[in-house]
């Protein structure tokens, strides 16, 4: 077996990459929220100066990727592979958004697990020798994706307590093969669980025994306790998803209450912005590790961190038919130190 | 620069993962078409047993997993990861097609590019050291593409005459770092091309230029002629599209008629077949690679194949936005030795 292989599931990169550089942009509802001042651009025009709001989300992302080729000091060409995806049917967020950048593009699709997924094959192709410099990013936008995924806005439906807030929001990651870190160490790509949830409006129910199953996978082949991290975070499970997933680790025998931080339930503040169960969407975990969470790391407040995007796989027509809604969740470890015990 | 690329955009695999077991499997059109002694398995029935077209798609692409298992002579335990993605919204396709296999899932969005994208990051994946055997596949299904991207099926919509007909179709390969062939060489990931083609009925010609963009660049970077192949084969580009692509490459100084072949020509029989300009969707070149060319590689009557899967990037809302449709090209160098010169 593979010397990068560690139990069933679990890479552990032999030259961890480093995330060099990050940037996240958000909207108005973000500017309105308690992680405000962790977005190095944000917007009051829900539009981003485009004409739909598909393109707003396009918009946004482009505009999050010069910032971070800005705050890096490259041009697109420096860039040998994007890594994007998003929550709009056939990725037209994030394909329309690098369209003129010239960079060869791997799209994916992992729902609101995107940031994750991209994470692990970035960091994945820059340890096998592939690249040496490339981007990771994702972005979503609460009007496109509740028009796509719900209703239009201007029907005014009301949302049951489960539902979540979309995230207006985009972050971006250059990982490089050199760089003073943090570094990538390990990556536990997920597997779909079915709970048989029915309820598209409860995706934190569907998105928790996911985030489970990785979070316990890598735990398990690394041989680490969750208190070996100083946060595990979880993508957008939201209030519901987020006390679900607490008691079925309980039930597996990890106490994750200590390190469990989600980014939907941080994103906003839910006492005082109208978010329900809390924020969702790619750019939730994505604005949220990059703004609030890579400054921690990178200043030595936090040294060990497992990022567990996680996503709801499923369309308004499989919701339509009667199909559960499938959980996902890939797990990036993202550490202080490229030699980790 | 690392040893594994070569020239801008290509990457040279170390050690060349091999396409170990294939499987497709095809609806009606496709047991009528020229290729349909190709298939692993052809269903009359286009439902696959399922009770929409959406879950006939997943069914239809679960088979093609199972059925390439079955030529392994292994379980989906064996499979480290699948790679897969296909047309539908959220790629639910694919999704609910390996929601009960228990592997982890990479998802991806490439469109009609699906297989290459695939291939390109399994090949990735298994060269870098992170696998031993995974599975990269991919479906379409006229039914649910039609009624998805264009009109209800009932509507029975007038075609144009650029308009190409989305195949019935999956295909699914093994690749392993270690058996007899054929072997993944190299990969070439393909950048977006915007031609500015806004009519939503004429893929090939907005996949064309993103094609020629991928091939000139594969061969520029590795320093071969078109004639280094014995075949130069694109994904969907259909009549019209291939047309472009060959006057295009000529105006590069490269002649690819002698070498030249498309999936989307290959599948169906355009003068007994009501198919317009060809064949396209994903399932088109993952089944016609699988069925067509891989037995020829197999057997040597090919050697040397560069398979470009070739999609086109749009949504029907940015296409009512008006919006050009972008074109994708991803290449895999496919040959019959782990050294190539």
Redesign the interface.
């Known amino acids: 077996?593979?010397?990068?292989?560690v139990g069933k599931?679990t890479?552990r990169l032999?030259n961890p990459p480093c995330i060099a550089y990050s940037a996240s942009v958000g909207g108005k509802m973000e500017a309105d929220g308690p992680l405000a001042g962790s977005f190095d651009f944000l917007s009051a025009d829900s539009y981003f100066g485009a004409?739909?709001w598909?393109?707003a989300e396009s918009a946004m992302l482009k505009k999050c990727f010069d910032l971070v080729l800005d705050k890096a000091g490259l041009t697109a060409e420096d860039i040998?592979?994007i890594f994007t995806?998003d929550?709009?049917?056939?990725?037209?967020g994030s394909?329309?958004a690098?369209?003129?950048?010239?960079?060869?593009?791997?799209?994916?699709?992992?729902?609101c697990a995107t940031m994750s997924?991209s994470l692990?094959?970035a960091a994945?192709?820059l340890?096998?020798?592939?690249?040496?410099t490339v981007c990771a990013m994702t972005a979503s936008h609460y009007c496109s994706a509740e028009r796509?995924f719900r209703l239009p806005l201007a029907y005014g439906g009301q949302r049951t307590p489960t539902a979540q807030w979309t995230a207006t929001a985009a972050g971006a990651l250059i990982i490089t093969n050199a760089g003073e870190g943090p570094y990538i160490t390990h990556v536990t790509?997920?597997?779909?669980v079915?709970a048989g949830i029915r309820d598209a409006a409860n995706m934190g129910s569907a998105m928790a025994p996911a985030a489970l199953e990785t979070i316990c996978a890598h735990l398990a082949d690394t041989g680490r306790a969750p208190d070996y991290y100083d946060r595990i975070v979880t993508g957008d499970l939201g209030l519901v998803g987020h006390r679900i997933l607490l008691e079925l680790a309980l039930g597996q025998g990890y106490d994750l209450g200590p390190v469990s931080a989600d980014c939907g339930m941080l994103l906003f503040d839910r006492e005082t912005q109208d978010v329900h169960a809390g924020g969702s969407g790619c750019g939730c975990s994505a604005s949220v590790l990059v703004g609030h969470f890579l400054p921690k790391l990178k200043n030595g407040e936090l040294k060990r961190l497992l990022f567990c995007a996680t996503g709801a796989?499923?369309?308004?027509?499989?919701a339509m038919?009667g199909?559960s809604v499938?959980g996902?969740c890939h797990a990036v470890a993202i550490e202080n130190t490229k030699d980790p015990v």
């Open positions: 077996m593979s010397k990068k292989r599931q890479l032999q004409k739909s598909e393109s040998q592979f995806g929550l709009l049917n056939q990725c037209v394909e329309y690098v369209r003129e950048s010239g960079v060869p593009l791997f799209g994916l699709f992992g729902a997924e692990a094959l994945m192709t340890d096998g020798g592939f690249a040496e796509q790509p997920g597997k779909i079915d796989l499923m369309s308004p027509t499989t038919q199909e499938l996902i």
